[in-house]
């Protein structure tokens, strides 16, 4: 009789797919041309806010698990992205909190799923694309 059980774990598996779908969100946010208009910049934001608790508590379990230095760096990117997740910028500076926001968000993720073996790799047309900018 042969096994059928997945070569993962149903949480692992849970994870690794809400980080593809965290990597699809925040690279259609961090590609689209971020307009500096007031409106689109709240609403960018607010997209960002509310996928970061969730992206913040996977980062947390994965710093528990790393040795001392990697875990030091993590924890102080973890305390950066959530003191500006959840700051309120100036109207004029709200911009390039965005800005800020997504690259840490951005790193966060990156560090995730390399700890889940998870190698993002951008298709050759989006490639051919910024080249051609």
Known sequence: ???????????ETDVTTWLIAARRELHTIANRRLVSAPRAVADTLTSLQALTPTLIRHAR???????????SELHKLI????????????ADLAYEHLLVL????????????????????????????????
């Not at 009789?1 to 949480?11: E, G, I, Q, R, V």
């Open 1 to 11: 009789m042969t096994s059928t059980t997945p070569a993962t774990s149903p949480a």
């Open 61 to 71: 379990a994965l710093a528990a698990q790393l040795g001392d230095t990697e875990r």
């Open 79 to 90: 305390e950066q992205t959530e003191g500006r997740a959840s700051s309120r910028p100036r």
């Open 102 to 133: 997504v690259s840490q968000l951005q790193e966060l993720l990156r560090r995730l799923e390399r700890a889940h073996g998870i190698w993002y790799r951008r298709t050759q047309t989006a490639s051919a694309k910024r080249r051609t900018r």
